[in-house]
């Protein structure tokens, strides 16, 4: 493919002459360039809708979320299904980021790894994907091979599929069930998709993770109940939550959460509804972790 047709490997018009500017000038020309991505993004939300209601169906029925990609993308993959442990307890395997080359790829280039389509799909098979789960494929070119062997095997498994491209009409759209195109443009530095195409990503990716959570009962109003305590920080923060969920003191959170067993959750329910541990377990069993179900 000629990548010159690619809107994120041409020349940005604003930008040529990049290397005269001083330091000053170059960070309020980049942060100029940024302010167009969220509105980018917009554009895409009815289709970022859709990646997540499939993504909540996996859940529903046991399912997973697979990232999968190469170099930044796959990075930014890794990166908010890691972080969708601490935020919303989630197991793991829930949220799963498979970057090309391996996790070794997170901070070393491996050379001729996304130029692979069998990895994508060797991937996807060590990891045992079914048709319960959902596949992201993303790639700020939107033709990575690695993306789109990964894309075409999760098809043939059954498997919901969707894909994060950062052009228009890119090649892995035509791979998946759901196509997003965040079309940002040139990039400030000629290609190098880390930058807008990246964060354009990023938003995404937040978008799709955090709704499909709040989809499936991990947030109270606008609450991280759901939150694992893996630190003193996150510990202080889960008796902070409680207390802004429920209106009671620092010392009743304290105790509620001790009580608990560090579940943010159940102490939240203990607290409003004055029942034992195991009733509040009960009810949030009932209600399938909605907390809204049981107020």
Known sequence: MDLEKLTTE???????NLDTLSTIDILRLMNEEDQSVPLSVRKELPQIEKVVEAAKRSFQQGGHLIYIGA??????????????????SADPSMVQGLIAGGISAMTVAVEGAEDSFMLGEEDLKRIHLTEKDTVIGIAASGRTPYVIGALDYAK???????????????????????????????????GSTRLKSGTAQKLVLNMISTAAMIGIGKV?????????????????RSKSII??????????????????????????????????????KQKLDEAKGFIRKII
């Open 243 to 280: 207390m802004q969920a429920t209106d009671c003191s620092y010392e009743e959170a304290e105790q509620a959460f001790r009580e608990a067993d560090e579940n943010v959750k159940l102490a939240i329910v203990m607290v409003l509804t004055n029942l034992s541990k195991e009733e509040a």
């Open 10 to 16: 041409q020349r940005n018009k604003s930008t040529m």
């Open 156 to 190: 043939k498994v059954g498997a919901a599929t969707a894909s994060l491209a950062c052009n228009k009409d890119a090649e892995i759209s035509k791979h998946a069930d759901i196509n997003i195109e965040v079309q940002v443009g040139p990039e400030v530095l000629t």
């Open 71 to 88: 170099g930044t993308s796959g990075r930014l993959g890794v990166l908010d299904a890691a972080e969708c442990v601490p935020t919303f």
């Open 220 to 236: 109270y109003k606008n609450l991280m109940v759901d939150v694992k305590p893996t630190n003193s920080k996150l510990v202080e």
